[in-house]
């Protein structure tokens, strides 16, 4: 299926905004869960937030629920995280990655991408 390809981290502020985007190399199939999930140095990878592609379902981690928002774009295979009222605690590598199981379990995305760094300084 081929790498999905994230990009959109950076160094923000406190309180600041952020928008990561995940580009698949091929047509994402109304079958998929896209999804986000983040790793902080020496913490587990943690579920962020995922979408069904066939319906727009959407569904978020309780660390950033209410200040996410995860958006599919299916003409351009893109998905998207938007983040607001950002936290030091939000610093993390972020993953976009694809599955097909409605979870939040990193076990069950078959598809990864090579991550982006979030940096927010307080």
């Known amino acids: 299926q081929g790498q999905l390809i994230e990009s959109g981290g950076g160094l923000v502020e406190a309180g600041g905004s952020l928008r990561l985007s995940c580009t698949a190399p091929?047509?994402?199939?109304?079958?998929?869960?896209m999804g986000w999930f983040r790793q902080a140095p020496g913490k587990e990878r943690e579920f962020v937030a995922r979408?069904?592609?066939?319906?727009?379902?959407?569904y978020y981690g309780d660390a950033v629920k209410g200040r996410s928002t995860i958006i599919k774009e299916g003409a351009t295979n893109t998905v998207y995280l938007e983040m607001t009222s950002l936290k030091p605690e939000d610093t993390a590598v972020y993953y976009c990655?694809?599955?097909?199981?409605?979870?939040?379990?990193?076990?069950?995305?078959?598809?990864w991408g090579q991550g982006t760094q979030v940096t927010v300084a307080s």
């Open positions: 979408i069904r592609w066939s319906n727009g379902r959407e």
């Open positions: 990655a694809r599955g097909v199981q409605w979870s939040a379990a990193v076990r069950d995305f078959d598809s």
């Open positions: 091929g047509r994402i199939y109304s079958s998929a869960v």
